[in-house]
């Protein structure tokens, strides 16, 4: 067990144990689907505070072979599934939160080799039996270790747009491109991987690392198809919390029903669950994280934003191409 390759359960088990708890783990049953597939690449973006870590912990704390989690799901709607079984704790999982690692670099400049050493690191102690060489990108040493092994990889990468965020410099961020690629891009390296799944707040950047990515199939918070249930929590689960905890369910909609996906309505997950530990409706979303980053787009008058606001405050109305 690791704490970048086959990490515990540790994270998970400590949200299942939270006062309010919804269960999302029959997106594991979505999951399997992809496993091994040609399919197997997934993007997953969405707002701040949407689930996804919970999201990357469920997944970690089911695939991880650092884990052994079958009493942990026991109690989860996930255990009723035929197929649970089948893949619980059976992958090596490299596990991944780039905002983490990247607040937590003091000297940007090698971030991508400080996450190759630790990773290469591990893979050494895992895996004594392989030949692993000082100077071996991840892509490598996963290749090697399949071709010694035939074991596969599941990679989990949270945040995977942060280095397009906080606008770092262009040899950073190719060393970045450098190792997307050699993740994601390589022939060779394609049957060692098992699944990949990255999230973020960016839908797929196009501009920046496209090309990197375009073998991906995203899923953002406007068309999420199968996973449009577990992005955030639906109108039946907020109802089931709202008679739980003494509250409007009708007030709460009114406040929290930010999207509608394939017949289900979305809500806020922060929001609802701080309401109702609170028990008072409030903007608890828009207290999560600095206005500064929209502040800056209007600023910058980006893709005529700027002018957008100035007509709206005007009282004119302003359409919108959302998937553009």
């Not at 957008?308 to 191409?321: N, T």
């Amino acid at each position: 067990m690791g704490i970048y390759l086959n990490p515990g359960n540790e994270n998970f088990k400590s949200m299942t144990s939270a006062d309010i708890y919804v269960d999302k783990t029959m997106l594991l049953k979505v999951t399997n689907e992809f496993i091994d597939k040609g399919n197997k690449y997934v993007c997953m973006s969405r707002p701040r505070r949407f689930g996804k870590t919970i999201a990357s912990e469920t997944i970690n704390a089911y695939y991880s072979k650092g884990a052994d989690s079958k009493e942990l799901f026991s109690g989860c709607k996930i255990a009723e599934d035929p197929g649970f079984e089948t893949k619980l704790n059976k992958y090596n999982v490299i596990k991944l939160d780039m905002n983490s690692e990247y607040q937590n670099t003091f000297d940007k400049a090698v971030l991508i080799r400080r996450i190759t050493r630790k990773i290469r690191e591990e893979m050494t102690e895992q895996f004594p039996q392989v030949k692993i060489l000082d100077d071996d990108s991840v892509a490598e040493c996963i290749l090697k270790i399949f071709n010694a092994t035939g074991e596969t990889f599941i990679i989990l990468m949270d945040e995977y747009d942060v280095l397009v965020r906080e606008k770092v410099d262009q040899t950073l961020f190719d060393e970045y491109l450098s190792f997307l690629n050699g993740l994601f891009k390589s022939a060779t390296l394609r049957p060692a991987l098992s699944l990949a799944y990255l999230t973020g707040i960016l839908p797929i950047v196009r501009d920046k690392i496209q090309s990197k990515l375009n073998n991906f199939e995203e899923y953002t918070i406007l068309d999420d198809e199968d996973f449009a249930e577990y992005v955030g929590f639906t109108g039946d689960e907020v109802k089931e919390l709202c008679s739980k905890y003494s509250m409007d369910f009708e007030e709460c909609q009114l406040w929290y029903d930010g999207y509608h996906q394939h017949g289900y309505d979305i809500y806020n997950p922060e929001s609802v669950v701080k309401s109702m530990r609170k028990k008072r409706l409030g903007s608890y979303w828009g207290q999560t994280s600095s206005y500064r980053v929209i502040s800056d787009r209007i600023i910058e008058n980006f893709a005529g934003t700027k002018d957008a606001v100035i007509r709206m405050l005007a009282g004119e109305c302003v359409d919108v191409d959302i998937y553009s």
